[in-house]
C-alpha cells in the first residue's frame, strides 16, 4: 500500500510536468540527429480561423505593434499622461519592453526602458504603492531552471521628471532571503487601512528532490518597510519537524481577489496544480487577537473541488485562476475557475467550471457548472490559464474572455457571449478571434469608442512552426447599448481603488463588479476602469461603491448621481471622499 506522502509525491511530479511544460520556454540542448525523411507538412491556420463575419479587427500593424511578440500583457498608464500604454515581455523570462501611446498619432511606439539595465521578469504587477499618482512595480520570478539566476519579490518605485518615467529599486522592502517559487501575486487592503498589501503564491520547490511545497505568504504594506504577516493565515505556515514539511502547504499556481462574503474585506482565492484542493481565504475579524484572520472555507462553499474528486486523494484538478463577478445580476459574486484538462484525466478530475453564488448566507456556498470545450476527439486537451470579465458589446449582460492554450491547433481564446438566460455561448470563431496558443490576454478600449477591444499575444509550445506575434483586435460590434467607464480615485483608500466593490444600480438591472485588474498564474494586466453596458433605454439611478478603507472597522461606503446625460460612451471618476466629476482624472 503506498503511503500518503509517496502518493502525494508521485501525482504531485507527475501534474508538475503537465503544468511546467506549459508554462516553460526552457531550450532543448539535446537533439535526435534529423532522419532525412520527406513528409508532406500539414498546414494550421494559427490566427483566426474564421474572419467573414468577423467583428473583431487584428489593427496590430496599423497600431505601431506589427512586429511585437509577447507572452504577457500589461495596459497601464506608465507615464500618467492620461492615455493607457503597452508593456509587454517578450518572452516568459525577459526583459520588459515600454510602447508609449501617441494621442496625436493614435499608434503605439517603442521608447527606452525606464528599468535598471538588465532586470529580467516573469511577471510584473503595475501599482501605485505610495500614492504619488505614479505607478510603480512589482517584478516577480517564477525562479524554475530557465529562470538562470534566482531573484524574491522586488519593488521598484517609479518617479516623473523632465526626461519621463525611471524605476529604481526599494532595496530592503522585502525579506530578500526567501527566494520562492513564486507563480503568483494579489494586491489587496487586507485590513482597510488606505495602504496596498500584497499576497506572493508560491508554487513548488524543485530544486530539491523530491520536490517540497512552500507555503504562501502574506505581506503589509507600509510607507518605510514591507512587514511579513503570514501568520494571519490560518495553518498555513504549520511546520512538521518529523517530516521537515509545511503539511498545510499546497501548489498554488494563481492568485485572486474577490469579496465572497459581502463584508466589505477583500479575501482571496487561491489556485493549486497537482490535484490539491483550492483554497478560499475568507478575510474574517479574529475577535481573540483583535485582528484580521484568514481562514479557508473553500471545502465548506464548494469552491475546493467538485463533489466527485473529494472522496479520493489528490482528486482535485490542476487549476490555473479564479475570477470573480457578479455574472447573473442577483446580488450575489459568481467566479470563473480555469483548469488544465487532459485526455488521460479520468472523469474525476475538475473541469473549468463557472461557480455560481447561491446565498447570502455565512459561509458562502456555490454551485458548479463544469465546461468542456471538447471537438470530439481523443487527443483533445484542454489549458484555460487566463480569463477575463467583460460586456463586448454592451448590453448589460457581462461576458468572458477565456485564455485556452497550449494544445494547438484546437486550443484557441473563447469568447463566451452571455444570453439573456445567463447561459454561456462561444463565439469566438464566428466574431474573429480564436487564435491558436493565446497568451497574456487584456482587455482596454483603444480607440476610446466605448467598447473593449482584446489585446492578445501568441505561444510557440508545442508549434515549432507558429510564428508569435501580438494581436490587438478591435471591437467593431454593432450595438444599440451604451458604454460607461468609471475610475476610482481614493484619497483615504488606496489610490486606484483596487479591492471596491461597485454597484452600477439602474431601471433594468442592478450590476456589482469587482475592482481587480491583475488575477491568475504569471499574470497580466488589465487596462484601469471599471466598464458595464447598458441596454438603450436603460436608466441608471444610482452608482454604489464600497470602497478598501474602513472607519471603525466598517468599510467606507458612497453613493453617487452621475451629472449630465449619458452619451454613446461616458466616463466618470468616483472620489472616495463623495465627488464624481465627468472624464478620468489622474488623482
Not at 525562479?143 to 525611471?166: A, D, H, V
Not at 528532490?209 to 507600509?222: H, Q, S, T, Y
Request: hydrophobic share 35%; glycine share 8%.
Amino acid at each position: 500500500m503506498i503511503s500518503k506522502n509517496k502518493a502525494s509525491t508521485f501525482v504531485l511530479l507527475m501534474s508538475l510536468a503537465l503544468v511546467q511544460s506549459s508554462c516553460s520556454s526552457a531550450r532543448n540542448f539535446f537533439r535526435k540527429k534529423k532522419e532525412n525523411k520527406t513528409v508532406a507538412k500539414k498546414i494550421v491556420n494559427y490566427g483566426p480561423s474564421s474572419t467573414k463575419d468577423a467583428v473583431f479587427v487584428d489593427m496590430a500593424k496599423e497600431l505601431g505593434l506589427g512586429s511585437v511578440k509577447a507572452y504577457h500583457i500589461y495596459a497601464v498608464d506608465f507615464d500618467s499622461d492620461g492615455a493607457t500604454d503597452l508593456v509587454v515581455l517578450p518572452d516568459y523570462y525577459s526583459v520588459p519592453r515600454f510602447f508609449k501611446f501617441d494621442k496625436k498619432l493614435k499608434k503605439f511606439s517603442e521608447v527606452t526602458s525606464p528599468l535598471p539595465e538588465g532586470v529580467r521578469a516573469s511577471y510584473l504587477a503595475f501599482f501605485d504603492y505610495n500614492k504619488d499618482g505614479v505607478y510603480d512595480i512589482l517584478i516577480g520570478v517564477l525562479n524554475q531552471k530557465t529562470e538562470l539566476t534566482p531573484r524574491p519579490l522586488r519593488l521598484f518605485r517609479g518617479q516623473l521628471g523632465s526626461l519621463g518615467i525611471t524605476y529604481s529599486e526599494v532595496v530592503k522592502p522585502i525579506d530578500r532571503s526567501k527566494v520562492n517559487p513564486t507563480a503568483s501575486i494579489a494586491l489587496l487592503d487586507y485590513d482597510l487601512d488606505g495602504t496596498l498589501d500584497f499576497y506572493e503564491g508560491n508554487w513548488v520547490n524543485l530544486s530539491v528532490d523530491p520536490p517540497v511545497l512552500v507555503p504562501d505568504r502574506l505581506f503589509k504594506g507600509d510607507q518605510k518597510i514591507i512587514k511579513e504577516v503570514s501568520y494571519l493565515l490560518k495553518d498555513e505556515h504549520e511546520y512538521s519537524r518529523d517530516t521537515e514539511t509545511y503539511p498545510k502547504a499546497t501548489p498554488t499556481f494563481g492568485v485572486g481577489t474577490c469579496d465572497i462574503d459581502g463584508n466589505g474585506y477583500p479575501d482571496l482565492m487561491v489556485s493549486n496544480s497537482g490535484g490539491y484542493p483550492n483554497k478560499l481565504w475568507l478575510n474574517l475579524y479574529d475577535q481573540k487577537n483583535k485582528d484580521r484572520i484568514f481562514i479557508d472555507y473553500a471545502k465548506e462553499s464548494g469552491f475546493a473541488q467538485d463533489g466527485i474528486g473529494d472522496l479520493k486523494l489528490l482528486g482535485a484538478g490542476n487549476s490555473f485562476f479564479a475570477t470573480c463577478t457578479d455574472y447573473n445580476n442577483d446580488g450575489i459574486m459568481d467566479v470563473l475557475t480555469g483548469e488544465l484538462t487532459l485526455n488521460i484525466d479520468s472523469e474525476e478530475r475538475d473541469r473549468s467550471s463557472i461557480l455560481t453564488g447561491s446565498t447570502f448566507d455565512f459561509p458562502p456556498k456555490f454551485i458548479r457548472s463544469e465546461y468542456y470545450m471538447s471537438d470530439g476527439t481523443l487527443n483533445w486537451n484542454q489549458g484555460d490559464k487566463r480569463a477575463v470579465w467583460t460586456d463586448f458589446n454592451n448590453d448589460g449582460l457581462i461576458d468572458v474572455v477565456v485564455e485556452n492554450s497550449d494544445f494547438p491547433p484546437h486550443s484557441r481564446l473563447i469568447l463566451f457571449e452571455q444570453e439573456n438566460d445567463h447561459a454561456f455561448t462561444d463565439i469566438g470563431k464566428r466574431k474573429g478571434i480564436d487564435i491558436a496558443n493565446p497568451s497574456g490576454v487584456v482587455v482596454m478600449d483603444v480607440n476610446q469608442d466605448g467598447l473593449m477591444d482584446i489585446i492578445v499575444g501568441q505561444s510557440s509550445i508545442r508549434a515549432p512552426d507558429l510564428e508569435p506575434k501580438l494581436y490587438v483586435f478591435i471591437n467593431h460590434t454593432k450595438t444599440t447599448g451604451k458604454g460607461l467607464r468609471f475610475y476610482l480615485r481614493g484619497k483615504k483608500a488606496n489610490l486606484h481603488g483596487l479591492g471596491a466593490t461597485v454597484e452600477v444600480i439602474s431601471r433594468d438591472k442592478n450590476q456589482k463588479r469587482w475592482v481587480e485588474y491583475l488575477n491568475g498564474p504569471l499574470p497580466s494586466q488589465n487596462e484601469e476602469g471599471l466598464h458595464f453596458g447598458l441596454s438603450q433605454d436603460d436608466q441608471i439611478l444610482e452608482v454604489k461603491v464600497t470602497w478598501p478603507f474602513a472607519i471603525k472597522g466598517k468599510p467606507l461606503v458612497k453613493t453617487y448621481k452621475l451629472p449630465g446625460k449619458l452619451g454613446k460612451f461616458s466616463e466618470f471618476t468616483l472620489y472616495d471622499d463623495g465627488n464624481v466629476v465627468k472624464g478620468k482624472k489622474i488623482k
